[in-house]
């Protein structure tokens, strides 16, 4: 009966709430903190700023949580962030008249390609996902270059309906504020009440098991890439939008950011474990970070050495929290 009580106690489920409260507190004590130095942070202004900003990282995250959940990761979405959106402005920069809504199927199609390509390798080769993907990284990040010659695509080529989808709105909300709201309404669906979303967590929990139990292991692996790769493009055209450039070199390395959320917002490396609530914890985690800094005028060279020490410090309490109750479990079934 004890060890009953125990299991309600500290199941799985109870440990994800505890880091997801503990992660709000650090972000609340962090946020405390710089209203002291910069009254302006909590301003309606910088908030929308912080969140605006935070949405490209949110959707890009959605994805990455679910390949992390399939005990995978995926290092070439910054890559193919900058192949749709550097492919999208070259085509709109040759046709002005292209519509937004076209603009934006195009990158997320270009994006489906690169996911199905790389799902191909880790689902039908057995590659590690790991180099599948860093391999995929060099491969995308070169044809980004030849094609676009080393040169970029500015404001002035593109048009103004393109450049509008990043600062326009709808009901009054910010176009990538209103496409990170729609996405994660869809992401926590699929996660959480449908099938295949269940079959994500089944794969990345014990991927023998899963294929005993029926589930198609290989056609899971494919679609989380998929998805990845779909999302990224997606993120591809919002990010060549909003800051109205398309380079070569864009998003370079903001695969270890999109990660690094993914990771302090409790999604298990070792696979099978994430939750939609503590993925925005630590997108939001991220954004502040991004956000308060510069407010409180730390040097550019001190930022990025403070963010990793943050997201250690995040992770490495987590982790005491989850051994503490691990141990606390232990002694209860001794007992």
């Known amino acids: 009966m004890l060890e009953g009580k125990s299991k309600g106690l500290f199941n799985s489920e109870n440990i994800q709430k505890i880091r997801e409260l503990g992660l709000i507190t650090f972000i609340i004590i962090i946020g405390f903190f710089v209203q002291l130095r910069n009254p302006s942070f909590l301003s309606l202004e910088n908030i929308n700023d912080l969140i605006k900003n935070t949405a490209i990282l949110s959707i890009l995250a959605a994805g990455m949580m679910l390949v992390i959940i399939t005990r995978g990761i995926d290092l070439s979405i910054g890559a193919t962030l900058a192949l749709s959106g550097m492919l999208t402005a070259m085509t709109v920069k040759i046709y ?189 985690l991220m954004g502040l970070l991004d956000n308060a800094l510069p407010l409180i005028n730390v040097s550019p060279f001190w930022q990025d050495a403070i963010q990793g020490a943050i997201i250690l410090l995040a992770v490495v309490v987590s982790a005491l929290v989850k051994r503490s109750v691990d141990r606390k479990n232990l002694m209860r079934r001794v007992i």
Not at 204 to 225: D, E, M, Q, T, W
Request: charged share 5%; with cysteine; net charge positive.
């Open 96 to 284: 002005p008249g292209l519509h937004p809504i076209l603009a934006i199927f195009l990158g997320m199609l270009i994006g489906l390609i690169c996911g199905v390509i790389i799902g191909f390798f880790v689902a039908r080769t057995s590659i590690l996902p790991i180099i599948a993907t860093l391999g995929m990284m060099n491969v995308f990040r070169g044809i980004t270059f030849l094609v676009s010659g080393g040169s970029w695509v500015s404001a002035y080529q593109m048009s103004d309906g393109f450049k509008n989808i990043a600062t326009g709105s709808v009901f009054g909300i910010n176009n990538l504020i209103f496409v990170a709201i729609i996405i994660y309404i869809l992401f926590y669906y699929f996660v959480n009440y449908t099938r295949t979303g269940r079959q994500v967590y089944a794969v990345g929990s014990n991927p023998n098991s899963a294929r005993i139990s029926g589930i198609n292991v290989s056609k899971i692996l494919c679609l989380v890439y998929m998805i990845m790769g779909a999302l990224a493009g997606l993120s591809g055209v919002l990010w060549v939008s909003k800051f109205a450039s398309a380079q070569s070199n864009t998003a370079m390395g903001y695969e270890m950011t999109v990660i690094a959320s993914c990771v302090v917002g409790g999604v298990s490396i070792a696979g099978g474990r994430g939750k939609v609530s503590g993925l925005l914890s630590g997108v939001l």
